[in-house]
């Protein structure tokens, strides 16, 4: 007995002192080592109550299962076997496995001894009395109770429900019984509502209520009510339950929030969250809910950037810098949006940067030191020519001007305006794209020197009012007023502007024989260039659909002698009007199978008031007034549809209309007694019919084709109709990352004018092109090779050959056997042959930073000297022998300030066919400072255009002079506000 006493006893001190003595580290925990010590010595020594006591003084100061144990032994030394037996069965909750193999041995032992109840309750977690409450709790549901045999009450309590007693239960030695008492609850009626409906209602032991919106009975207290749904902040809430008493809640759960900080090395990308538009770089994107998000960053020209976020609740994530690839990408080339190395053509893209840091006022001086453009300016209209294809006073009938794919030109001359006469201001342009070269295979005619696409701004710009005024070239004030409208996710808006601009213009001096002596001297021209001119734009959309708008006014005074008008006389004058309205759906109609399908109305208005010297019947001088009118209206409409049957090729087909049902060009003048004398009342109405193919194929990832074809079905109520087909063809190779090779050729047309067809002015001057046979369309071969190397992805070098084959080329021509000089609009015979050259080096705006460097040959000539020509020269009027640019924008101050410098190299031009005269060689620089206060929206530029001051005549006709000066420096000022 003693050896097991002893062996016992050791299991106890082992069971004991390992964990107690790492445990206990406070003042208690040591005194209850010295009581736990002084039982167990006292154990040794057989002093069991005294055992007993030290072991309940230590568990009262540190609760310890292992002590508990020893209690237990204790009371079981001492005969307590009901209180052993309730110190064993606490000793066992949590025991290890051995030692609850030890304990259960010991309760084995002591059942035998004792009369066991097992008490369980409903709920369980009731506390057990025995017999009356005043005597304590003997432990808690479920749970045996050893008890001394005899009859028994068991007596369950729990806060919140009703007592509950047993029948006296009469239990014998070495018996056992279960007692089972269900408790009432006592509660309280509670209504539960939310927003949003769902949310899951717990009580504080994380059992489950019931979901809202619901109605349930709570038992009476206080009450810790857990709200929680996924998605959403978790909330607790406290209520205190009274008996019988109904309590409606209601509960919002917020979602959990956070925010993220978007930073670029590109300004105003716009930021997408999960789909819809936050905001632009760089800005906090607040009340973000917590998780995981996509985050795309955009901006026109730039790759989309994509990217998984996690947003944690209360607090904000700091994405590292954002880089913004340049994507270089346009739409004019073939219709559908592609990389500028996939575009079948030769394109340089005017980027909405560029724009803003030289802050160009028209497509005129945005169009200047490109690569292949020469410009010139006739004091009337801005003329430009392509690669040496533009004649002065062509009336930039041989360039496609388009508003996002909807063509500007007029439907009388064919003529491109791009000056104030087109547009006061670029604040409804993002950027430009310059595709040069035949483009008639999309087109049709017109498109022959090139295509000049005018891109809107994108729809997820913000809402904002817009205002700006500022001065210009000559003393050109400007003011403009626009707004953006739209909604969150920017599938809807609409945006415009109005502009308005004045000048006084300039003094310029043309030589030419004013006084009829036989020399020429200077004469000075006062307020060339003086106008007033507005314009409006913009643009409506709703999903795919959307519509835009243009309209421009311009009244221009004309001193310079045009036609042999008074010289220096202000009331010579144009007034231009032209409109334009374009309604536009595209979508997707099934997968891989898109439709665009849009109808679009061009109204022009034209006067022209001349003043004449002119002679009475008795000879007295008058001054006789010429005018023209010109009233024009063109409405059509294209249907195209775009399919891809596998990844690598896309097939258009498309058909556009156009009918012109008003090209009416009168012709008058007013003689001496007042009367009016008509020379021209002609109304040419005509339509034209066209349908077009495209294929593009990518062969492999180092080749790719692009071949298609245009058939233009001309229809004319007056003069021949006709029909022409003009096919392209490019193969694109990329032999290695970063090279790209393009080889193109194509055919391209121009239907005549009205104008030239029609046009006489009562065969004073000017005879109508059927007086000396049929006029027929001009043609056009074009081939071209270009290679380009991306160095890197912010540095390209490109190179490019080109050569053109023009056949059939209107101008105007001598009447033969004319003895007055008269004119007329013929074919001339000798076929125009250019050739050329061209490199350029360019940065794209990175970061604040941009680099372009371009030069070029050019060789223009007829191949034989042109009938009319008093000369046996063969060179192309109006084309340089070579051109140059340099363009940089430093940043002065990141996103604060900048500083944008042009250096443009003006080349020799020959001046007309009658003679093998050029201008003079110049150099023409800009210097431009903008800058922004983003806080408040305001922007700010200052500059000088022509800084050198550098005097340069151009190639005009018809003028008194055969020159034109063109704007000397001249300074810039401009403030916009944005709200």
């Not at 770089?281 to 985050?295: C, F, M, S």
């Not at 087109?422 to 295509?451: C, F, H, K, M, N």
């Not at 006062?526 to 314009?535: C, P, T």
């Not at 000879?619 to 409405?635: D, H, K, N, R, T």
Request: overall charge negative; aromatic content about 10%.
């Amino acid at each position: 007995m003693k050896c097991k006493f002893l062996k016992t006893m050791v299991l106890a001190l082992m069971v004991t002192f390992g964990p107690m003595s790492g445990a206990w580290a406070d003042n208690n925990a040591d005194e209850a080592e010295v009581q736990f010590q002084l039982g167990a010595r006292a154990y040794q020594d057989g002093d069991y109550w005294s055992a007993l006591e030290h072991f309940l003084q230590s568990n009262r100061l540190v609760p310890n299962r292992n002590v508990l144990y020893n209690i237990a032994r204790s009371f079981e030394q001492i005969d307590k076997d009901a209180e052993a037996y309730r110190y064993y069965v606490d000793a066992r909750v949590g025991a290890p496995e051995d030692d609850q193999k030890e304990i259960d041995k010991a309760l084995a032992r002591l059942a035998k001894k004792v009369a066991v109840i097992q008490v369980v309750s409903d709920p369980p977690g009731a506390s057990i009395y025995v017999g009356r409450k005043d005597l304590g709790s003997v432990g808690q549901t479920p749970r045996p109770l050893g008890l001394a045999p005899g009859e028994h009450k068991i007596i369950v309590e729990m806060e919140g429900y009703r007592p509950a007693t047993s029948d006296a239960i009469k239990v014998g030695r070495g018996e056992s019984q279960d007692v089972n008492l269900k408790l009432e609850p006592i509660t309280g009626r509670v209504s539960f509502k939310g927003d949003p409906a769902d949310i899951r209602v717990d009580s504080e032991n994380s059992e489950p209520i019931c979901r809202v919106p619901c109605d349930t009975d709570l038992i009476v207290g206080m009450r810790t009510l857990i709200f929680s749904m996924e998605g959403r902040a978790t909330q607790s809430r406290q209520l205190i339950v009274e008996e019988g008493e109904a309590y409606s809640v209601d509960v919002a759960l917020p979602i959990p929030m956070g925010s993220v900080l978007v930073t670029a090395d590109e300004t105003e990308a716009s930021i997408e969250i999960d789909g819809k538009l936050r905001g632009f770089t760089p800005a906090v994107i607040p009340n973000l809910p917590a998780g995981k998000h996509q985050l795309r960053v955009t901006r026109r020209g730039f790759k989309p950037v994509t990217m998984e976020i996690e947003v944690k609740q209360g607090e904000q994530l700091n994405l590292d810098m954002i880089e913004m690839i340049p994507l270089r990408e346009v739409a004019a080339a073939s219709r559908n949006v592609e990389a500028i190395e996939d575009a079948p053509a030769s394109i340089s893209v005017i980027s909405a940067q560029e724009i803003e840091a030289f802050q160009y006022p028209t497509i005129y001086e945005a169009l200047r030191g490109t690569r292949g453009v020469s410009l010139a300016n006739d004091s009337i209209y801005g003329m430009v020519s392509i690669r040496g294809l533009g004649q002065p006073n062509d009336m930039n009938n041989r360039l496609l001007l388009l508003s996002d794919g909807a063509i500007l030109n007029d439907n009388i001359l064919y003529q491109a305006f791009i000056g104030y006469d087109g547009r006061v201001d670029l604040g409804e342009v993002q950027s430009i794209e310059v595709i040069r070269g035949p483009g008639s295979v999309i087109y049709g005619t017109g498109a022959v020197s090139g295509v000049v696409n005018l891109v809107p701004h994108a729809k997820e710009e913000p809402t904002a009012l817009q205002a700006s005024f500022g001065t210009f070239d000559a003393g050109v004030g400007r003011g403009r007023a626009g707004f953006v409208l739209r909604n969150d996710d920017a599938s809807a808006g609409v945006r415009g502007s109005v502009s308005a601009a004045r000048s006084e213009g300039r003094d310029g001096e043309l030589f030419f024989d004013l006084d009829g002596d036989g020399t020429t001297e200077g004469n000075v021209a006062e307020g060339i260039d003086a106008f007033d001119a507005v314009s409006t734009s913009g643009r409506a959309w709703v999903g795919p659909l959307s519509a835009q708008w243009h309209y421009s006014h311009r009244d221009i005074a004309i001193p310079t002698g045009s036609f042999d008008t008074v010289f220096n006389d202000p009331r010579n004058r144009y007034i231009d009007q032209n409109m334009m309205a374009e309604l536009r759906l595209q979508t997707e109609i099934a997968k891989d199978l898109e439709i665009l399908a849009r109808g679009r109305a061009n109204l022009t208005l034209f006067d022209l008031d001349y003043l004449y010297e002119g002679e009475g019947p008795s000879g007295e001088e008058f001054l006789q007034p010429y005018v023209e009118v010109y009233e024009g209206l063109a409405v059509g409409g294209e249907a195209r549809l775009s399919w891809r049957p596998i990844e690598t090729l896309r097939l258009s087909l498309g058909s556009e209309l156009t009918f012109n049902p008003l090209t009416k060009m009168e012709v008058y003048q007013t003689e001496f007694d007042r009367a009016r004398t008509d020379l021209l009342d002609v109304n040419p109405t005509y339509n034209v019919y066209a349908f077009y193919g495209l294929v593009d194929w990518k062969l492999a990832e180092w080749a790719r084709i692009s071949a298609g074809a245009r058939m233009d079905v001309w229809d004319r109520s007056e003069g021949e109709s006709f029909s022409s087909v003009n096919p392209r063809l490019a193969l694109i190779l990329k032999p290695s990352n970063g090279h790209n090779v393009k080889v193109m050729g194509g055919r391209a047309f121009r239907a005549p004018s009205v104008y030239e067809l029609f046009y006489t002015d009562g065969s004073f001057t000017t005879l109508p092109s059927a007086c000396c046979g049929t006029l027929t369309p001009e043609t056009f071969y074009q081939a071209e090779v270009e290679y380009s190397w991306a160095i890197d992805d912010q540095w390209t070098l490109l190179a490019s050959a080109h050569g053109l084959l023009g056949q059939n080329f209107i101008g105007t021509l001598p009447v033969p056997n004319d003895d007055e000089g008269r004119v007329y609009f013929g074919n001339i015979e000798e076929d125009q042959r250019i050739l050329g050259f061209d490199l350029e080096i360019r940065r794209d705006f990175r970061r604040g930073w941009m680099f372009a460097a371009t030069a070029g040959v050019l060789d223009a000539q007829f191949l034989e000297p042109p009938a009319s020509s008093d000369t046996d020269g063969t060179r192309v009027p109006n084309a340089p022998r070579g051109y140059g640019s340099l363009k940089a924008v430093v940043p002065a101050i990141t996103n604060r300030l900048y500083l944008a410098s042009r250096l443009t190299l003006e080349t020799p031009r020959r001046i007309l066919l009658d003679a093998d005269t050029t201008t003079d060689w110049a150099v023409i620089a800009d210097m431009v400072m903008t800058g922004r206060i983003e806080e408040y929206g305001v922007k700010y530029a200052f500059g000088v255009y022509n800084l050198f001051d550098w005097t340069l005549y151009l190639p005009v006709d018809p003028f008194v002079s055969r020159t034109m000066p063109q704007q000397g420096r001249s300074f810039m000022a401009n403030l916009s506000l944005e709200y």
